[in-house]
């Protein structure tokens, strides 16, 4: 037998590092969330320019009509400089000797081109036919980019050998002496009067609709799609789940079947999800035609597919965890095997069974390989729920790893990529928050 001060020593030691090993594990969360959601947050919080007044008011008219037109008839007159500074160097290439033209017009046409993005399209032009063309930059931040790109060239010095050192090269000296020359440091000293930036709350990012492709909008559809899939996959998991425990527990003979059973479960809980989304397609699309194509009704029943087993597994050890004599007293009564399941144990159980749910939420709404065959596309619109049992839907963990992947313009849409990440975070929290109050509501009742 241990004595008395070496057991006090253990249990101290045990419950240091249980401490220390939360406090890493916290550390660790923060260290990974903190960064996602401070940047997620500026997707719903940054400072906007007219430019991004202008999309609001002419593409889904909010915003006061009066006001924006004042802005931008006092913009316009900040930004007339920058459109002079370019005609006049335009009209003063054409008179520029062959060699100097050469040199000076592709350094030129860089410079016009950072900025229709920085400002949009210049007077006289015919406007663009894709909306991303048609306005200038949105948001301050990639405003500020933008305006670098004006004022700096790119360029490498390879004297070190390798790959070069890349050295960025003021414009300004390009053009010293030319028509152009004032205007990179007026485009320096003027950026706030050309742009007007004013701090922003754009709470709708959550429920827009995007517009081409992401540049502009929010992600209405894609939240609301993780949200159906999510709430599919329990509705159809939780029953399936609970009744198979139910039956496991209380009803079948321990001999092989059972155990392979068990056997069985434990294994697909370890089966990667690419497998459930091929599985997926296959039967439910391919053979038992539950939709022609991709649908929420089939990414749903997927996604419940892959969280059965842990739903399973919980299931059974919160019924095996109540006592024995619960079921004994209940039985003693007069209840029958399963009035005593249903009235006594179940209630007894839930919130072991709940815990299990919990996590499962969270899996399936994180989820991207199941619903990439079975559920998700790039873009689409919001779904009605009658919608769902025919239609695919964008979900946030697909277009998270789209927009990252294979967008054109990642860098120009880098806030979009973070606040779906921050959005699915809190997403998945309000979701599991939800279950943990009922699950508290649900013990305390049995407490009392």
């Given at each position: 037998m241990l004595r008395l001060g070496t057991r006090k020593l253990l249990d101290r030691s045990f419950t240091g590092l249980g401490v220390l090993s939360i406090t890493l594990l916290t550390a660790a969360l923060l260290i990974l969330l903190a960064p996602m959601c401070l940047r997620g947050i500026g997707a719903y919080v940054f400072q906007g320019t007219v430019e991004f007044r202008r999309v609001l008011l002419e593409k889904l008219q909010r915003g006061d009509r009066d006001e924006l037109k004042r802005e931008l008839a006092a913009t316009a007159r900040a930004r007339q400089p920058v459109f002079d500074a370019l005609l006049a160097f335009q009209q003063e290439l054409d008179r520029m000797p062959a060699t100097q033209r050469r040199k000076l017009k592709p350094e030129f046409e860089q410079v016009r081109a950072a900025v229709k993005e920085l400002l949009g399209p210049l007077p006289g032009e015919e406007i663009p036919l894709m909306m991303r063309s048609q306005y200038g930059q949105t948001r301050w931040d990639r405003a500020q980019v933008k305006i670098r790109k004006i004022l700096f060239a790119e360029d490498y010095d390879f004297s070190g050998g390798g790959l070069g050192r890349k050295m960025l090269k003021p414009r300004a000296t390009t053009f010293h002496g030319t028509a152009l020359e004032p205007l990179f440091a007026y485009v320096e000293h003027h950026a706030v009067a050309m742009l007007a930036p004013q701090w922003t709350f754009y709470g709708r990012f959550l429920t827009d609709e995007s517009h081409d492709a992401h540049f502009f909008g929010g992600i209405g559809p894609e939240a609301l799609g993780t949200l159906y899939l999510t709430l599919g996959a329990i509705l159809f998991a939780v029953p399936m789940g609970v009744i198979a425990a139910i039956y496991l527990v209380e009803y079948a003979r321990e001999n092989r079947l059972v155990r392979l059973l068990r056997i069985c479960i434990s294994t697909l809980a370890g089966v990667p999800s690419i497998v459930f989304g091929l599985f997926g397609l296959a039967f439910?699309?391919?053979?038992?035609?539950?939709?022609?194509?991709?649908?929420?009704?089939?990414?749903?029943?997927t996604l419940g597919?892959?969280?059965?087993?842990?739903?399973?597994?919980a299931s059974e050890e919160a019924l095996r965890a109540v006592p024995e004599a619960y079921k004994q007293a209940a039985l003693s009564l007069g209840a029958g095997h399963w009035r005593s399941v249903r009235t006594v144990i179940l209630p007894a159980a839930l919130p072991g069974i709940l815990t299990g749910v919990i996590i499962s939420m969270g899996r399936a709404a994180g989820e991207t390989a199941p619903i990439i065959f079975t559920a998700a596309v790039s873009v689409g619109k919001p779904l009605t729920l009658w919608q769902t049992l025919s239609q695919p839907t964008p979900a946030l963990p697909w277009n998270i790893y789209n927009l990252c992947s294979e967008h054109v313009a990642v860098d120009e849409i880098r806030h979009v990529q973070y606040g779906m990440v921050f959005t699915l975070v809190v997403l998945v929290l309000l979701l599991n928050l939800a279950a943990i109050i009922v699950r508290a509501r649900i013990s305390k009742g049995l407490r009392t």
């Open positions: 439910f699309i391919n053979t038992v035609h539950l939709s022609a194509n991709k649908s929420v009704l089939v990414g749903a029943l597919l892959l969280i059965l087993p842990t739903i399973i597994r």
